[in-house]
């Protein structure tokens, strides 16, 4: 028994030492999704610029539509709007933003001091839309098909690197099934 007492410690440190191992080698950006090929949450929510206007999932059919997760408080958030703003106009989908946990004026006044990417924003100020996605925390950005099922979610800072890698394939295949071709 005085032997295992002391090689427990050691047992220890391997043990985490191992589970460290695995957990380093995971990609951080691919966090799994509970949501994957489910259809967006039933919510009704504010809108963030725009008080006497609703938001619902209802919202989200009919086109493609790219949600960005993001609040006042997020520094990288920040970091992403030049490249999110080159994103607005473009005619294969929609970009929406989900202004999480935050506080109405902060967010507006962002919006006004570094410009506005998103065509429109739901204001979800206790987070209980992000948590019925699964959001782990800010930025993430969701890829959500026409039929209004999330397809595929990123967590992390978007730029031009990860969108021509992770989103703009994705965005060519749904396109195709939503016109019927095959690719």
């Known amino acids: 028994m005085n032997r295992l007492k002391l090689f427990l410690p050691l047992i220890l440190v391997l043990f985490m030492g191992i589970a460290l191992y695995f957990g380093l080698k995971q990609d951080p950006h691919q966090l799994g999704l509970t949501q994957q090929d489910k259809p967006m949450p039933v919510f009704v929510a504010e809108d ?25 408080w997020c520094p990288s958030c920040k970091l992403e709007f030049p490249f999110l703003k080159t994103l607005r106009e473009r005619p294969e989908f929609k970009l929406y933003g989900l202004n999480y946990r ?42 959500i098909d026409s039929q209004g099922v999330i397809r595929y979610r990123y967590s992390g800072e978007l730029n031009q690197e990860v969108w021509q890698k992770e989103f703009q394939p994705k965005i060519e295949v749904l396109q195709s099934m939503a016109s019927g071709g095959s690719s």
Do not use: C, M
């Open 48 to 72: 963030l610029l725009l008080r006497n206007k609703t938001f619902s999932q209802q919202d989200f059919i009919g086109h493609i539509t790219v949600l960005n997760v993001w609040a006042s």
């Open 102 to 143: 935050d506080n109405r004026p902060a967010a507006q006044e962002v919006l006004n001091k570094l410009g506005n990417p998103y065509l429109r924003s739901v204001y979800d100020p206790n987070g209980k839309l992000a948590l019925e996605l699964g959001v782990y925390g800010t930025p993430e950005t969701y890829l």
